[in-house]
């Protein structure tokens, strides 16, 4: 028997990607084959995006035994009124409109075979007994120009001999110019060292580490993803940097002598050693929620041994969002929607003629404010 009600679901911008802090807005389709009467007199939008976390072996036929788990991360409706009391035979059109926080988490997918976690949407109309739904893939927000530089202070690193023998000790300090880096965009840091020790620094070792943490019920799951990685560092300077005064029986000191660290925070002003290091565009948004946390650090490494698994290291959080909105292109028109959403996110699509928004930034936040863009709405 053939339905009396067919719906579709019609996006402004249908290009399958929509931007947190921002409005989604579009058309409920209804076509009607027959006079039909609603019995509820109203058509209905939902927008809900949930948090999965599985074990290996799970799915959703394992939810109730908790080897998969969902969370609920965003669940907003829309009623539309439907004022006729039936509707004759043709073709009916609903607009609604749907505005998403800035701190919904963007969509993303981590699996190794049946093991992994997501966050995903799913745009949802109703009318009656009739009802329609499609995927969206959610970006999130963008950086503000705002900067949030950290200083790793001087630290010191006893070394010892494979007898466990004192070997002296080095000295590790670092500043990263901005720990808030867009995808795509470069993370720029500079790093100090004195070596006081018996042994020679073989190599520095720089990695960006992503880390994707998810929970079950029974047990905490985390896997590392390297973002970026620079295995061997060779900077004009350096080893001078790293050449100190042999080490003494005097034992190491419990922390950094105040000309020593002077000393220090003078090479990291002058960015003695100073790198830059682009992170990929597919990187995945930082984010802490209920059941998922996608977490970013900065890794250095003083390679003394290379056989040793403890060697001198320090490691520096960061935080990893979509580009600053300077950066940002708009999509002008729809695209195929078999492109995989990690390529395209972030990124221009190669037909776009490229046109840039400047908004004005809320300098308390990571992103412009919501309240400015709802009046900014309202006026519109």
């Not at 976390?53 to 788990?69: E, F, K, N, V, Y």
């Not at 969370?71 to 907003?76: F, M």
């Not at 705002?146 to 690193?157: A, N, S, V």
């Amino acid at each position: 028997m053939e339905k009396p009600l067919k719906l579709s679901i019609e996006l402004d911008h249908d290009d399958g990607v929509v931007r947190a802090q921002a409005w989604l807005k579009g058309h409920i389709k209804v076509e009607v084959e027959e006079k039909y009467v609603p019995q509820f007199g109203e058509v209905k939008v939902q927008l809900v995006g949930k948090e999965t976390a599985a074990l290996p072996g799970g799915g959703r036929l394992h939810l109730g035994l908790g080897i998969c788990q969902e969370k609920i991360v965003l669940d907003e409706s829309r009623i539309h009124a439907i004022s006729d009391e039936q509707l004759c035979p043709g073709n009916y059109s609903y607009p609604f409109s749907i505005y998403l926080p800035g701190l919904v988490p963007p969509t993303m997918k981590f699996e190794e075979g049946s093991d992994g976690c997501s966050v995903q949407y799913m745009l949802r109309a109703t009318l009656d007994q009739a009802q329609v739904e499609r995927s969206l893939d959610v970006v999130g927000a963008p950086l503000s120009p705002k900067l949030y530089p950290y200083c790793f202070q001087p630290k010191i690193f006893p070394l010892k001999s494979m007898l466990f023998m004192d070997q002296g000790f080095v000295v590790i300090a670092a500043k990263v110019e901005n720990t808030h880096v867009g995808k795509g965009c470069e993370i720029e840091f500079s790093y100090a060292c004195r070596d006081q020790s018996k042994k020679d620094v073989q190599r520095v070792e720089i990695q960006v580490i992503e880390q994707i943490q998810w929970r079950t019920r029974y047990k905490q799951h985390s896997r590392d993803v390297l973002l970026a990685h620079f295995p061997s560092v060779s900077l004009s300077g350096l080893e001078k940097e790293m050449v100190g005064k042999p080490w003494t029986d005097g034992g190491r000191p419990d922390e950094v002598d105040s000309l020593m660290s002077a000393e220090m925070h003078a090479d990291l002003a002058a960015q003695r050693n100073l790198l830059k290091l682009k992170l990929p565009a597919n990187a995945r948004d930082s984010y802490t929620g209920k059941l998922v946390k996608i977490s970013h650090h900065l890794s250095i490494t003083l390679v003394m041994d290379e056989k040793s698994k403890s060697n001198p290291s320090i490691s520096i959080p960061i935080k990893v969002f979509d580009p600053p909105m300077e950066q940002v292109a708009i999509h002008s028109s729809p695209k195929p929607k078999h492109k995989v959403f990690e390529e395209v996110a972030t990124t221009v699509w190669p037909e776009d003629k490229v046109e840039v928004e400047h908004p004005e930034m809320d300098a308390t936040s990571s992103c412009s404010s919501i309240k400015e863009e709802l009046v900014t709405a309202e006026k519109e």
